[in-house]
């Protein structure tokens, strides 16, 4: 089985922990695997999902305050859940796009290994304050984009990595402050996991800008410019600050489009 095969099977894997052992798998056996010229059909619903959260409209999700036990359960479900839909956003960039480079499809299927990565972490870690994965409700907007952009390399590049996902590298060091003021062992160790998770979403993103900038080189675009094009066709969410500019430089962004996020 290829590379894009191998991706496309644990795309379409619904239950979490047999995904979480597909990803790794592939992504160990990475070097010896060949890389096809025409994505494969997919033979099952993509992607596969486990039968529960249920997913509801994010108006309906409930917020809760992380200094209630509860509350710390939901959020880290909740980021639970983000975690696992980014396996399934880098896996379908792994075997979805024709006419990729093979450092394209290999560079997303080491993402995809590093969200299973911090999708364990938080999956062990929820079983520690009484929740498992699925036990609440979560929303769907992560994948809803995915959809969106299914047809258009170039628009997944711009509104998956470098839009929907960097938004998280604004968000993790105000969810680590709240965390600390929590000052449990349980909020401790979620302090912890994030520390990880924006260490490796830096780069996920900068695989996001590297690979949309690659495109607009190809096709003669420029980048700054065609970003706004697609955020207005495809109805992206709208970024408001405070930014994380430290994170976001690591990742790729220049001074300009750093410059453009503030108007």
Known sequence: ???????????????PEAKVAAVL??????????????????????????????????????????????????LLHAIAHIEFNAINLALDAAWRFDGMPREFHTDWLRVAAEEAYHFSLLREHLQTVGVAY??????????????????????????VPRTLEARG???????????????TPAAGRAVEILD????????HVAVGNHWYRWLCERDGLDPVAHYRVLSERHDAPRLYPPFNEAARRKAGFTDEELARMLT
């Open 1 to 15: 089985m290829e590379l894009r095969q191998r991706a496309l099977q644990a795309l379409c894997t619904p239950e």
């Open 25 to 74: 798998a592939a992504s160990a056996a990475v070097a010896s695997l060949a890389v096809e010229p025409a994505a494969p059909v997919p033979a099952a619903a993509v992607p596969g999902r486990p039968p529960r959260p249920e997913l509801i409209h994010p108006a309906r999700v409930p917020r809760r305050s992380p200094f209630k036990p509860e509350g710390l359960a939901a």
């Open 169 to 183: 590298l604004d968000a993790t060091p105000q969810i680590q402050d709240k965390l600390r003021k929590v000052g």
């Open 134 to 159: 699925g036990d609440l409700p979560a929303h769907d907007n992560l994948w809803a984009m995915c959809e969106k952009t299914r047809h258009d390399v170039v628009a997944r590049m711009a509104l």
């Open 196 to 203: 990880i998770i924006l260490r490796d979403e830096i780069g």
